[in-house]
């Protein structure tokens, strides 16, 4: 008989814990992690190690034509928190360890693009407002 009470308080005790547990709010977002700080990003492809450049992204060369990588920085992509929308045409999705979320477009010599981006928050369904990167490729000749 005691060893089955015994069980029995331990077992409530674990539930009431488990409740406890469950009611505890949960630890408040780091301030700054939202769709309001998302930058919209590119970078235009060449022989160098490229990072992602807020805002705006060009550079030269002498091919006819080369990629852009769009991508979004100031916000923490690694956890599936943001769904990033990539409103203008992308030959190319994928994520990267070290750019996040980004599509890809070609860019020809002496042309200038934007990508258009939305940044939808999956904890707080919040979106952010259009976000516009532009990028641009001149010649080296």
Not at 62 to 89: C, M, P
Request: hydrophobic share 35%; charged share 15%; with cysteine.
């Amino acid at each position: 008989m005691h060893r089955s009470l015994a069980g029995v308080a331990v077992a409530t005790a674990m539930s009431l814990s488990s409740a406890v547990l469950a009611e505890e709010p949960r630890a408040s977002e780091p301030q700054g992690l939202n769709v309001s700080s998302a930058m919209p990003a590119c970078f235009v492809d060449t022989s160098n190690w490229d990072y992602l450049s807020a805002y705006a992204c060009s550079a030269s060369g002498s091919a006819y034509s080369t990629i852009v990588s769009w991508g979004v920085l100031g916000i923490d992509q690694t956890g599936g928190r943001y769904t990033i929308q990539f409103l203008d045409s992308c030959y190319g999705h994928g994520y990267y360890q070290d750019t996040g979320y980004s599509c890809m477009t070609v860019i020809n010599k002496y042309d200038t693009l934007t990508q258009r981006i939305r940044v939808y928050d999956n904890l707080t369904g919040q979106w952010s407002a259009t976000l516009t990167a532009t990028a641009s490729y001149y010649g080296d000749d």
